[in-house]
């Protein structure tokens, strides 16, 4: 069974706090994303990876980073936590092709007080 | 870059009902179609796709129809049943980087019993 997992389902930070989230994907595949998801505002792409130590924008990189040192992990990081961060993170992973599939972890609940 | 615009945001239908999701997308150059449900504590997981070179695609109660030509596409649900109920988006990859997906903004379907 194919599997992206993400390293916490929860998380409180405080403001200013450097915070780390973690994915780990099984399936071999060349991409990695990171995903912010807000109601009304879909899912917006934060960075995506198509190789290790790759690394692309996505829509809204603002106060992210990203980590890829090897293949199968892909870390999103948060320099400096604000409260406007507050939202629901989902990694997702593809092969590196058109038209493909991506598989998606549980999600990551981050609440920045 | 592709713009995705997905409507309407909530949906409410009696089970038995049917359902339909719309999408405009703003990149001539996508040419593949996917559309994702979102169940209640996951992430979001692929139900069925479509390429630019059909019209329509069935997979049991569930169909998705695309016009090129006025850049739409669209999710029907026939038979709808309350394990129906989730949020749905839809996804456009524009003409950039392989994998690369842009999504909408999702729409909940609630089916009530």
């Known amino acids: 069974d194919v599997k992206v997992t993400q390293s916490s389902r929860y998380l409180v930070k405080r403001t200013g706090e450097k915070v780390f989230l973690e994915c780990v994907q099984d399936?071999?595949?060349?991409?990695m994303f990171w995903y912010r998801q807000d109601p009304g505002l879909g899912l917006r792409l934060i960075y995506f990876?198509?190789?290790?130590?790759?690394?692309e924008k996505g829509d809204i990189p603002e106060g992210y980073s990203v980590s890829r040192e090897k293949k199968e992990r892909f870390s999103l990081i948060l320099e400096s936590a604000s409260t406007n961060q507050t939202s629901m993170y989902l990694c997702?992973?593809?092969?590196?092709?058109?038209?493909?599939?991506?598989?998606f972890g549980q999600g990551t609940r981050l609440t920045v007080v | 870059g592709e713009n995705v615009e997905q409507h309407p945001s909530t949906l409410s239908v009696q089970e038995g009902d049917s359902a339909v999701i719309k999408c405009t997308y703003s990149?001539?150059?996508?040419?593949?179609f996917p559309w994702y449900k979102q169940e209640l504590g996951k992430g979001p997981q692929l139900i069925i796709d479509?390429?630019?070179?059909?019209g329509e695609k069935k997979d049991q109660r569930i169909a998705v129809t695309l016009n090129k030509t006025a850049k739409h596409f669209s999710l029907h649900i026939t038979e709808t049943q309350p394990e129906d109920s989730a949020v749905y988006f839809c996804?456009?990859?524009?003409?950039?980087?392989?994998?690369?997906?842009?999504f909408g903004q999702g729409t909940i379907l609630t089916v009530h019993p």
């Open positions: 997702a992973s593809s092969l590196l092709r058109r038209n493909t599939e991506a598989f």
């Open positions: 399936m071999d595949h060349e991409n």
């Open positions: 990876s198509y190789d290790v130590k790759m690394k």
């Open positions: 990149d001539s150059a996508s040419n593949y």
């Open positions: 479509i390429r630019s070179n059909v």
């Open positions: 996804a456009a990859p524009g003409g950039t980087s392989y994998g690369k997906l842009t």
